[in-house]
């Protein structure tokens, strides 16, 4: 059965906590949420704050292919002819095709919150909703603390929903505002109400007790045809329910319609770019969508799934866009090492022998605090290093880093206070040695700019790899100052990016490892003559 998508990423989404759009933000996930095929995008509470109306003005101008952009507002104020409510007001002023707008359905919210009567109630969601479809309007009517008012009062919940049919609207939604109902209290109430409403109906879930997404496909089992949610599950409190596993479950489990099988197949790639604009981290054990959603780290597991992935995975992640991973850790076998070489097409390189060696070397450094699950590049390294034991793209000779202090030098970079750091590097490409020396912001900075110049002349294709991200964790503070330390890098070539990792006592050697091992990794890839779009598809999300 086809069911409706309601997105309200940009409107319930943005009261979580952490979150945060910017205008141009928003756009953009709206043009996004229009080609992944999204019914009715909420946008905002026009009404609310001038954010919000602004968003309206500037959506006027965007190119919808397929989604109708919704605005969202109250009812009318109690006080107000609904001709001279403020709010109603700006919700046409939007000039959306569609408008939601919630009214109350707990008895305890009309005495306590707006102190009405409940006749009264009915007299404003009635008002409203004739209003709005007066202006031919599409009517989403959320019936706001519906469960809560079905347990306190039935017959008092059940009349609002009667008075905002009647007066037009096009789709109820009840709403679990407050999500404190569990499943099999709320497919009760969902199919009691569904025994006397026909129509389109539609549910809202929030997460509070960790059964958002629960709710909802119980809900669509009990006759919703319309589902209302937030991409990775942002929202008030403890979030609203998870759009991308609703959409992936009733898509591959229920055997319903939303976007479309084939669509569903840029859900990894939505949920990405919409955590990527709210500047969180994607959770990675996220289900369907996160890195961890298809990661593999026992060996038993790994070889297992290497044989049949249905042995330890619930779908095919291409079905969503996300893909299967091998961890290299402690618990490591022969057949994550098998599994890298496939993936990187350098299966024919490596026997048995050469497998084991590398297994050992892993081990070993593992032991030492290197730890490759996170950094893939590093890993990758090793892999390619084995399998060609021929190429050296270069060999370090030396370096030297040193910074000091110097007050009221002329010539030193702006923005440095008074330290002066210049580093030197020797190294030799081939028969030749090559030297460099550099000042820079910070020591890494330095030696990266030497290490850069000493390879231009002979690998040119090395300068567009930058650095991206720099995380320095101490292993084992139990030695003070004196501790071993592992630099992560994150790495990007703007076509992908990737990490690499770096141990020693001292923060400086632990960096320079890492920054060799990037350039290293870019230049194997070079010789190994990786396909540039296989590396897109393998690397750009991989750290
Ligand atoms: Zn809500």
């Given at each position: 059965m086809k069911i409706f998508t309601f997105d309200t990423t940009l409107r319930d989404g943005t009261q979580g906590e952490s979150v945060s759009f910017s205008m141009e933000d928003k756009l953009l996930i709206a043009e996004k949420l229009d080609e992944f095929g999204?019914?009715?995008?909420?946008?905002?509470?026009?009404?609310?704050n001038p954010k919000d109306k602004e968003f309206f003005e500037r959506a006027k101008g965007l190119q919808l292919k397929h989604a109708k952009l919704t605005a969202f507002g109250a009812t009318r104020?109690?006080?107000?002819?609904v001709e001279a409510d403020q709010n109603v007001a700006e919700l046409l002023a939007a000039e959306t095709p569609v408008v939601s707008v919630f009214g109350k359905s707990w008895d305890l919210h009309v005495a306590r919150a707006l102190g009405i009567t409940e006749e009264e109630n009915l007299q404003l969601i009635g008002d409203t909703v004739s209003y709005l479809k007066g202006h031919g309007r599409e009517v989403v009517y959320d019936a706001e603390h519906f469960f809560d008012g079905y347990n306190a009062d039935a017959a008092f919940a059940l009349r609002t929903l009667e008075v905002a049919k009647k007066a037009g609207a096009d789709v109820l939604c009840l709403c679990d505002t407050n999500g404190g109902t569990l499943p099999p209290r709320l497919a009760e109430i969902v199919a009691d109400v569904r025994s006397r409403f026909d129509g389109v109906l539609g549910i809202h879930c929030h997460n509070d007790s960790d059964v958002a997404i629960a709710n909802t496909l119980l809900a669509v089992e009990a006759g919703v045809t319309h589902v209302q949610g937030c991409i990775n599950g942002y929202g008030e409190r403890c979030g609203n329910a998870n759009l991308c596993s609703i959409l992936a479950n009733l898509e591959l489990k229920l055997g319903h319609t939303t976007v479309g099988q084939e669509t569903l197949k840029q859900l990894t790639s939505l949920s990405r770019f919409v955590a990527e604009l709210a500047n969180l981290p994607l959770r990675h054990d996220q289900s369907f969508v996160g890195a961890s959603a298809f990661a593999h780290k026992g060996g038993v597991h790994v070889s297992a799934v290497m044989k049949h992935a249905a042995t330890y995975e619930h779908i095919e992640p291409e079905l969503v866009g996300n893909r299967q991973r091998v961890l290299l850790s402690d618990l490591s076998g022969r057949g994550n090492i098998a599994f890298k070489l496939q993936q990187l097409g350098l299966k024919e390189h490596l026997d048995d022998v050469a497998r084991r060696e590398l297994l050992q070397r892993i081990k070993i450094m593992e032991h030492e605090g290197y730890d490759f699950e996170a950094a893939e590049g590093t890993f990758e390294l090793l892999v390619r290093e084995a399998a060609h034991?021929?190429?050296?793209?270069f060999e370090i000779v030396s370096y030297e880093v040193a910074t000091r202090l110097e007050s009221g030098v002329s010539g030193k970079l702006p923005g440095n206070d008074d330290t002066v750091t210049t580093a030197n590097v020797t190294m030799r490409v081939g028969d030749n040695v090559h030297s460099h020396r550099a000042n820079g912001h910070g020591p890494v900075h330095a030696l990266d700019i030497c290490l850069r110049q000493c390879l231009a002349s002979v690998?040119?294709?090395?300068?567009?790899v930058r650095l991206t991200d720099y995380k320095v964790r101490v292993l084992?503070?139990?030695?003070?100052?004196e501790s071993k330390v592992r630099v992560l890098v994150e790495w990007s070539d703007h076509r992908r990016s990737w990490a690499t990792v770096g141990v020693s006592n001292n923060v400086i050697d632990a960096s320079w490892r890492a920054l060799v091992d990037a350039l290293r990794l870019e230049l194997m890839r070079l010789l190994d003559g990786e396909p540039a779009d296989r590396m897109t598809r393998d690397y750009s999300w991989a750290v």
């Open positions: 999204i019914d009715y995008i909420e946008g905002g509470w026009p009404g609310s104020f109690a006080r107000n002819a034991p021929e190429f050296h793209p690998y040119p294709a090395i300068t567009s084992g503070a139990k030695g003070g100052t």
